[in-house]
Nanobody, 119 residues
Framework: QVQFVESGGGLVQPGGSLRLSCAAPAMIFRFYAMGWYRQAPGKQRELVARITSGGSTNYEDSVKGRFTISRDNAKNTVSLQMNDLKPEDTAVYYC?????????????WGQGTQVTVSA
């Protein structure tokens, strides 16, 4: 099975910005919508942003206006620009197809990238 590879996380103060990047397997990236997910301690993993193969985007309510998802079709990468970060954005961030079940037989979750928002 192939794996997604996330990068770009780190420690940032409230109000700061980070840009996450994900390298996705080409066979998945080309045909499926892609999503950024996050999992905070003690909580279930949730979808925060998605982008279709055609470029249409959707966001979870708490990140609307602050996060922007984009994709680079030439590089098979999907990015998440996160602005005005809040402590409640602290989580491990993952990328995967949306929904993940559609590729579960050929791809596994990556290690994720830790985002910590703290003063």
């Amino acid at each position: 099975q192939v794996q997604f590879v996330e990068s770009g996380g780190g420690l940032v103060q409230p109000g700061g910005s980070l840009r996450l990047s994900c390298a996705a397997p080409a066979m998945i990236f080309r045909f499926y919508a892609m999503g950024w997910y996050r999992q905070a301690p003690g909580k279930q993993r949730e979808l925060v942003a998605r982008i279709t193969s055609g470029g249409s985007t959707n966001y979870e309510d708490s990140v609307k206006g602050r996060f922007t998802i984009s994709r680079d079709n030439a590089k098979n990468t999907v990015s998440l620009q996160m602005n005005d970060l809040k402590p409640e954005d602290t989580a491990v961030y993952y990328c995967n197809a949306d929904p993940p079940s559609i590729v579960s037989g050929i791809a596994t979750w990556g290690q994720g990238t830790q985002v910590t928002v703290s003063a």
